[in-house]
């Protein structure tokens, strides 16, 4: 079966401007979680949504938002971006029994210029 | 907060050697889940092994297994028989019972040479 789909792989934006990334999870998770990876602080969550409801937050600025649909698709936001931004963003999908581990995307890119 | 420590940025073993990555982790809980993924260049995140701490019995997959040990509070990777296609970031990472993330530790890059 397909695995968790997360698109673009790449984006580049300008500083100030938004940017919305997507995640298609693998069919039958309900389960989605963003994490942010860089060098300087590696791998770092941002949010976890189950049944379109946002059950955990990560420690990031209000600028970074997500939401789930009924098809338990995700998408990131990020508003007013900056500099530091710049970073791999990975999705993982899981089933309801979590403790099995979670399934990750390639990613996507960011690049903020 | 739970943490995980990777003490080795950078590991390297000659083809068909066996290596040793540690993680050691910081909890107050007593029920968890302990993780290893590997990352290859092309950057997605695979599982590798999991270990379920109420489990004494160390967790083993092929040439993959894992030495736990809970009042230490270290979760190593053994890799026996290295094979260039091992070459990755490896990532240590913890869950707590009914959280909903991972913690994750810095990572140990692993080159093997032919």
């Known amino acids: 079966k397909a695995g968790v789909t997360q698109t673009p792989r790449y984006l580049i934006k300008t500083r100030g401007q938004q940017v919305t990334l997507s995640c298609s999870p693998i069919?039958?998770?309900?389960?989605v979680s963003w994490y942010q990876q860089t060098p300087g602080q590696g791998l770092q969550f941002l949010f976890e949504?189950?049944?379109?409801?946002?059950?955990n937050k990560g420690n990031f600025p209000g600028r970074f938002s997500g939401r789930q649909f009924s098809n338990s698709r995700s998408e990131m936001n990020v508003s007013t971006l900056e500099l530091g931004d710049s970073a791999l963003y990975l999705c993982?999908?899981?089933?309801?029994?979590?403790?099995?581990?979670?399934?990750f995307g390639s990613g996507t890119r960011l690049t903020v210029v | 907060a739970q943490t995980v420590t990777q003490s080795q940025p950078e590991m390297s073993v000659q083809e068909a050697e066996t290596v040793t990555l540690s993680c050691t982790y910081d909890t107050s809980e007593s029920d968890y889940y302990l993780f290893w993924y590997k990352q290859p260049p092309s950057r997605q995140m695979i599982l590798v092994i999991r270990?379920?701490?109420?489990?004494?019995q160390n967790a083993t997959e092929n040439r993959f297994s894992v030495n736990f040990q809970k009042a230490a509070k270290s979760f190593s990777l053994k890799i026996s028989d290295s094979q260039l296609g091992d070459a990755a970031m490896y990532f240590c990472?913890?869950?707590?019972?009914?959280?909903?993330?991972?913690?994750f530790g810095q990572g140990t890059r692993l080159t093997i040479n032919p």
């Open positions: 270990q379920e701490a109420y489990k004494q």
């Open positions: 949504y189950f049944s379109e409801t946002q059950r």
């Open positions: 993982a999908s899981s089933l309801v029994g979590e403790n099995y581990g979670y399934t």
């Open positions: 069919s039958g998770h309900r389960s």
């Open positions: 990472a913890y869950k707590g019972e009914g959280a909903q993330k991972l913690v």
